[in-house]
């Protein structure tokens, strides 16, 4: 489902510009063969890229520059770049320029957030169904509620779900991008789609 919480117009048409810029002109001159092999690598995550930035920024204008900077530094390290894959690697990079600004804005850290371990008593999520009642919400709901209700979660539990729902990262990939233990993306996973259920349940209470 990548993208599909944003508006997909806006979002191409920005993207678009923001795909060219983050091409340095010199450098893409210098070593064509090279640019030639990011492009083909790289921009076609770019629409996935801008949708999480636009939920850990929660705002289209710092998502794009977000975006661009991080395909600079992308561009810039691609000589150096061995794996993982190009999505989680773009991810990675893209995560630590969105908390660079959002620990430019805020005095204290996201990560202050405490993840509790796993319960014992919780089932192994590394055995749940594809298909899950936040996946059917998410096509069943108008996209307009669902990006606010998701974009209410606190960061880490925000980021997880994201990585997860909507750009399908593995359990594993979502680690290597957050640099958190797997142990700790199940945590933050359940107790993000907890929250959004609840939201959820909230939002369908209320009188029309």
Known sequence: MPGQWIEAGRAQTSLTKAGQRAMPVSAANDDPEKARRFRDAALPHLDDAYTLARYLLRDATDA?????????????????????????????ILRNVCRAEFARRVSSPS???EDSP????QPPLWHEAQETPETQMLRQRDATT??????????????TLVLREIH??????????????????????????????????AEEEQPK
């Open 64 to 92: 794009e520059d977000a975006v661009q900077e991080c395909y600079l530094r992308a561009f810039q390290h691609f000589d150096s770049y061995r794996g993982p894959e190009m999505k989680p690697w773009l991810f990675a």
């Open 111 to 113: 990560a202050a957030i």
């Open 118 to 121: 796993e319960s014992a008593e």
């Open 146 to 159: 669902i990006r606010r209700l998701v974009s209410a979660l606190a960061e880490p539990f925000r980021e």
């Open 168 to 201: 399908n990262l593995s359990y594993r990939e979502i680690a290597d991008v957050a640099e958190v233990p797997v142990g700790t993306v199940m945590s933050r996973l359940a107790r993000a789609r907890a929250m959004l259920r609840s939201a959820w349940m």
